[in-house]
């Protein structure tokens, strides 16, 4: 049981760069969420989904897509990186048996120059 | 929407002693208080969490308080130990959305 695995670890774009961060996991979970986490400002939520084929937005979603096709994949897509974007980045999941308990990833490390 | 708001910022303690924890959240309809711990590298991990309708919560030195009426909750660690010494996270849930404090950075000094 690998739980929440995010990749990759660490990733310097150039602003206007495209990319995407990828996470999945492996517990069956249906509810998963992208989180940003800057220094004095905790973790802020980006989008998150509650099913394959539903997402919403959390407080912070401008500037990023996200897709849920399966149950397992929970991708985070930046269109145009911009530095306001530069941040760790976690993918999280929660689901039964002990559903509201989140379980993180080891966040993905982003610089945008 | 929901606001949580996290005090002290740090806090350093000497091993053995107590450290508290305190959070405001702003929405009364939140009805889930859990808190998280991050250790350096690492994503944060749940160490205790606590319903709307439960006063208080102890896991061992690790304790949980909610009082609804003032909205404010807190972590109550015992007897601390320097692996104790890491970031924690307090949070309000609020439907789908789980809304984290700003963080408190404790250290514990042997």
């Known amino acids: 049981n690998a739980g929440v695995t995010q990749t990759p670890k660490f990733q310097v774009l150039k602003t206007g760069q495209s990319m995407t961060l990828q996470c999945a996991q492996d517990?069956?979970?249906?509810?998963m969420s992208w989180y940003r986490q800057d220094p004095g400002m905790g973790l802020r939520l980006i989008h998150y989904?509650?099913?394959?084929?539903?997402?919403d937005q959390g407080e912070v979603p401008n500037g990023y897509n996200v897709s849920r096709s399966t149950t397992e994949d929970f991708p985070l897509r930046l269109l145009s990186a911009a530095p306001s974007q530069t941040s760790v980045y976690f993918c999280?999941?929660?689901?039964?048996?002990?559903?509201?308990?989140?379980?993180f990833g080891s966040g993905t490390q982003l610089s945008v120059l | 929407g929901e606001n949580v708001e996290q005090h002290p910022s740090t806090l350093s303690v000497q091993e053995g002693d107590s450290a508290v924890i305190k959070c405001t959240y702003s929405?009364?309809?939140?009805?889930?208080f859990p808190w998280y711990k991050q250790e350096l590298g690492k994503g944060p991990q749940l160490i205790i969490d606590?319903?709307?309708?439960?006063g208080e919560k102890k896991d061992q030195r690790i304790a949980v308080t909610l009082n609804k009426t003032a909205k404010h909750f807190s972590l109550h660690i015992t007897e601390t130990q320097p692996e104790d010494s890491a970031v924690y996270f307090c949070?309000?849930?609020?439907?789908?959305?789980?809304?984290f404090g700003a963080g408190t950075i404790l250290r514990v000094k042997s």
């Open positions: 949070a309000a849930s609020i439907w789908d959305k789980l809304v």
């Open positions: 606590i319903r709307s309708n439960v």
């Open positions: 929405d009364s309809a939140s009805n889930y």
């Open positions: 989904s509650v099913g394959a084929g539903i997402t």
């Open positions: 517990m069956n979970h249906e509810y």
């Open positions: 999280a999941s929660r689901g039964p048996p002990t559903n509201e308990k989140l379980f």
